[in-house]
């Protein structure tokens, strides 16, 4: 069965300083890829999807995400950390064979963001 | 457009009591889910569903039923509410397009969900 594993529960970084959140599949095929970015009380934001193509995929807000196979991982990066940045992210795969092309999401890994 | 609404934001249940959510989106969306929330789970797939009056079980489905009689909407109900379904309740969207290419999904801002 397919999951995603965000190794990192927590993680805190200066403000101007780089990020990345580490993100592991489980997938048989070609993985339809996300992050999602969650603010305190609020919903969902998608970040950046890859799909195929390049392996290199930007978003929103400045994030970028790799994708690499040989590793299973789709790592969200970021030069220099904002203090709005601060967030939980979610990484999901797209599950289009089992239930509607829903998500199957991490557990999250939940940024501070120090001045 | 509204996107994706949802009612209420906020609910205190009793053990046993029952009650509906209200997923509502004005974006012609066929497919609808919803998912809970719980601290260090990420988020979970309860019901789905690819089209008015068609509905389909996810991953954690006990305890809840759902009904997609129109479009735009799609309803969760607990019949008798427990403390394990204290929770976050978000709906999601998206496109009806048979892949994941074009589209996304569109999450509603959420339900919170406290069964005392």
């Known amino acids: 069965a397919q999951s995603v594993t965000q190794p990192d529960i927590h993680i805190t970084v200066s403000e101007g300083a780089s990020l990345e959140l580490r993100c592991n599949y489980s997938y048989g095929a070609t993985p339809y890829l996300f992050w999602y970015v969650q603010s305190p009380g609020q919903g969902l934001q998608l970040l950046l999807k890859?799909?195929?193509?390049?392996?290199l995929v930007q978003g929103i807000k400045g994030f970028e995400a790799e994708f690499k196979r040989s590793q299973s991982s789709f790592n969200l990066r970021k030069p220099s950390v904002h203090w709005s940045d601060a967030a939980e992210y979610f990484c999901a795969v797209g599950d289009k064979v089992r239930s509607g092309y829903a998500l199957n999401f991490g557990k999250g890994t939940s940024l501070l963001v120090t001045p | 457009n509204a996107g994706v609404t949802q009612t209420p934001k906020f609910r205190v249940l009793k053990t046993g009591q029952s009650m509906t959510l209200l997923c509502a989106q004005d974006m012609n969306h066929e497919y609808m889910y919803w998912y809970r929330q719980d601290p260090g789970m990420g988020l979970r797939l309860i019901h789905y569903s690819v089209g008015e009056g068609t509905t389909a079980k996810g991953e954690v489905p006990d305890g809840y039923n759902v009904s997609r009689l129109k479009k735009q909407n799609f309803l969760l109900g607990l019949e008798s509410a427990a403390p394990s379904q204290t929770s976050v309740y978000f709906c999601?969207?998206?496109?009806?397009?048979?892949?994941?290419?074009?589209?996304?999904?569109?999450f509603g801002p959420g339900t919170r969900l406290t069964v005392l």
């Open positions: 890859y799909f195929s193509g390049d392996t």
């Open positions: 999601a969207s998206r496109f009806p397009s048979g892949s994941f290419l074009a589209d996304t999904q569109y």
